[in-house]
C-alpha cells in the first residue's frame, strides 16, 4: 500500500501464532501476544475465541519501514480463531484465523498533517495448523488499506514455527524459532517497480520473572531479522538491497488481576525494541539507521 507521506508499507505476520496479527508494538515482529489457538474445553472439544487490544508505540515501524515517529499512536486489533478440527487430541489440527489491525496517528501522517487520524486498516483471512506438538505452520492472505487515500496491498504469506520449549528448564519458554515467507500479489511496499517476496527468521525467548505486589511479570526478548529475497527494499534507483532490519526487543507482560472479573482478562504489556536499519531503509528513516521505541498495551481474550 502506497501512503501518502511515506515511501511504502507493509505487513508481517505471527511467529509463534502464525497466522493472528495481533499487537505490532514497535517494529512487529510478528509474535502474537493474544489468542494463540481456538480454546479447549473440558470434555476435550475445541471451540472459538477471540482477543480484542490496543497498542502505543512511541513510533510505527513495519519490516523496518518508518511510518510515524511523532504525535500519539494508537493501534487497535482484533481477531476470531474457529477451529476446524473439533477434538483437542487431533493431528494435525487447523485453525480457521480472521483478524483486523488498524493505525491512527495525531503527527504529520495523520491529523497534524491535515489529514483524517485513521493511517491504515488491515484485513487478513488464513489457516493455522499444529503439524504436531513440535511444528506449526500457516497460510495467509492480507489486505492493507490506506484509508487517506483508498489504495489497497495485497500479500501471500507463509509460516512456520518450532516449540523447542521443553528442551529448557520449566521458567523459560525456549527460543521458539520461526521462518515467514511473503509475497506480494498487489501493490509494492516499497513504492518500487517490482512485487516483492519478503523472508523473516526469528527468536522469541520467554522467561518467567516473577511477581511484584499483584503482577505477575513475564519477559519475552524477540529478535527478527528481514531481508528481501527480491525486490522488496528497492530503494530510489531501483536498486534492491537484501538486508532490511535487525530487531532486538525486550517485552514485558502481567495479567491484570484488579481489573473485575465480569470484564474478563485483561493484560498489560511494556515494551522497548532496538531497531538496526539496512541501507533502503535507512533512506527511508531520513539517513538514521538506528532507533529505540517504547510502547505500552492493553489486550484481552475470551
Not at 60 to 74: D, K, M, P, T
Not at 171 to 177: A, F, H, I, N, S
Request: proline share 5%; hydrophobic share 35%; aromatic share 14%.
Amino acid at each position: 500500500m502506497n501512503h501518502p507521506v511515506l515511501f511504502a508499507c507493509s505487513c508481517l505476520l505471527p511467529l509463534s501464532t502464525l497466522v493472528a496479527q495481533g499487537p505490532r508494538y514497535a517494529t512487529f515482529t510478528g509474535t502474537s501476544r493474544t489468542s494463540e489457538a481456538a480454546s479447549t474445553t473440558e470434555d476435550g472439544e475445541r471451540r472459538s475465541s477471540g482477543s480484542f487490544g490496543v497498542d502505543f508505540p512511541t513510533a510505527y515501524y513495519f519490516r523496518g519501514i518508518q511510518y510515524e515517529n511523532q504525535g500519539l499512536i494508537a493501534q487497535p486489533h482484533l481477531e476470531l480463531v474457529y477451529p476446524l478440527t473439533a477434538a483437542a487430541d487431533s493431528t494435525p489440527s487447523f485453525d480457521l484465523v480472521l483478524g483486523t489491525w488498524s493505525s491512527f496517528h495525531t503527527g504529520p501522517t495523520g491529523i497534524a498533517g491535515g489529514n483524517s487520524a485513521w493511517f491504515e486498516s488491515d484485513l487478513y483471512l488464513g489457516v493455522a495448523t499444529q503439524l504436531n506438538d513440535k511444528w506449526s505452520a500457516s497460510g495467509t492472505y492480507s489486505w492493507y488499506g490506506a484509508p487517506q487515500n483508498g489504495t489497497v496491498t495485497e500479500e501471500i504469506t507463509f509460516s512456520l514455527a518450532y516449540d523447542d520449549s521443553e528442551m529448557w528448564l520449566q521458567d523459560v519458554g525456549g527460543l521458539q524459532p520461526a521462518f515467514v515467507l511473503g509475497f506480494e500479489t498487489k501493490g509494492q511496499a516499497d513504492g518500487g517497480n517490482d512485487k516483492g517476496i519478503y523472508a523473516q527468521i526469528g527468536i522469541e525467548p520467554t522467561f518467567k520473572l516473577g511477581q511484584t505486589g499483584s503482577l505477575d511479570w513475564t519477559m519475552t526478548m524477540p529478535v527478527a531479522i528481514g531481508m528481501s529475497l527480491s525486490g522488496y527494499y528497492e530503494d530510489a534507483g531501483g536498486s534492491d538491497t537484501f538486508f532490511g532490519f535487525f530487531d532486538l526487543g525486550v517485552d514485558l507482560t502481567t495479567p491484570l488481576e484488579m481489573v473485575p472479573s465480569r470484564f474478563g482478562p485483561w493484560d498489560l504489556s511494556v515494551g522497548l525494541h532496538a531497531l538496526l536499519l539496512g541501507d533502503t531503509t535507512e533512506q527511508f528513516n531520513g539517513g538514521d539507521s538506528f532507533e529505540w521505541i517504547f510502547s505500552v498495551g492493553l489486550s484481552t481474550t475470551w
